[in-house]
T-cell receptor
C-alpha cells in the first residue's frame, strides 16, 4: 500500500535557523507529492507540490525536491521565522479513474523561537 | 469563493447523543473528503465522495458513523450514538477533478463528555 513517513517532532528552532523536515514515501505507481501546513486553529493549506521526479516545489521560502531514487521529498527553508510555527504534513496523491488515494504523514510540529 | 465551510465550529455534547457535522464544499469541486484529526492517530481519512457518490468509506470507524452527500453543495457526517473517544477535530476538504490541491475547511472541534 501507499504510505508516508515523516520525521517525528516536535522541532524547535531559533529564528533564522535552517530547517529540514524529512519525508519518505512508498507508493504503487507515480504519485504527486505535497507539503501542507496547518496553523493553530485552522485547516491544512497547501504549501508546495511536485508532480514528477526531479521537480522542485517552492513557496514562501520553502523548497522540496521530488527524489525518486531515494523516494524522498524533504522540506527545507534557509531561514525560518516565528510566523512559520505550525504543523507540517507531507502527503502523496495517486489518481486512477474516479479513485483518489491521498495519504498524509503524521505531521511535524515546528516551533520557532524569537 | 468563500472556501470550504464547516459548521458548527465547536460542538460539545454528552455521550449517547447524536452529532451532525456539516460541510459545504467549494462550488464546482466534485470530490469531497471527511478527515478526523487526533493527537494519537494524526489525520485519518474517514470517507470520500465523487460527484455525490461515496467511493471509499473504509476509514469509517464503526457503524455509529455515517456520511451523506445529498447534492453537490452539501454533506453531513453523523455520529449516533456519540462516545467520548469520538472527541477530535473533524475536517472536510474538497478538490476539483482536474486538480490535486485539497482545500480544507476550518474544522469542527467535537468534544463528547
Amino acid at each position: 500500500g501507499n504510505s508516508v513517513t515523516q520525521m517525528e517532532g516536535p522541532v524547535t528552532l531559533s529564528e533564522e535557523a535552517f530547517l529540514t523536515i524529512n519525508c519518505t514515501y512508498t507508493a504503487t505507481g507515480y504519485p504527486s507529492l505535497f507539503w501542507y501546513v496547518q496553523y493553530p486553529g485552522e485547516g491544512l493549506q497547501l504549501l508546495l507540490k511536485a508532480t514528477k521526479a526531479d521537480d522542485k516545489g517552492s513557496n514562501k521560502g520553502f523548497e522540496a525536491t521530488y527524489r525518486k531514487e531515494t523516494t524522498s521529498f524533504h522540506l527545507e527553508k534557509g531561514s525560518v521565522q516565528v510566523s512559520d510555527s505550525a504543523v507540517y504534513f507531507c502527503a502523496l496523491s495517486l489518481t486512477q479513474s474516479s479513485a483518489r488515494q491521498l495519504t498524509f504523514g503524521s505531521g511535524t510540529q515546528l516551533t520557532v523561537l524569537p | 469563493d468563500a472556501g470550504v465551510i464547516q459548521s458548527p465550529r465547536h460542538e460539545v455534547t454528552e455521550m449517547g447523543q447524536e452529532v451532525t457535522l456539516r460541510c459545504k464544499p467549494i462550488s464546482g469541486h466534485d470530490y469531497l473528503f471527511w478527515y478526523r484529526q487526533t493527537m494519537m492517530r494524526g489525520l485519518e481519512l474517514l470517507i470520500y465522495f465523487n460527484n455525490n457518490v461515496p467511493i471509499d468509506d473504509s476509514g469509517m470507524p464503526e457503524d455509529r458513523f455515517s456520511a451523506k452527500m445529498p447534492n453537490a453543495s452539501f454533506s453531513t457526517l453523523k455520529i449516533q450514538p456519540s462516545e467520548p473517544r469520538d472527541s477530535a477535530v473533524y475536517f472536510c476538504a474538497s478538490v476539483d477533478r482536474g486538480d490535486e490541491k485539497l482545500f480544507f475547511g476550518s474544522g469542527t472541534q467535537l468534544s463528547v463528555l
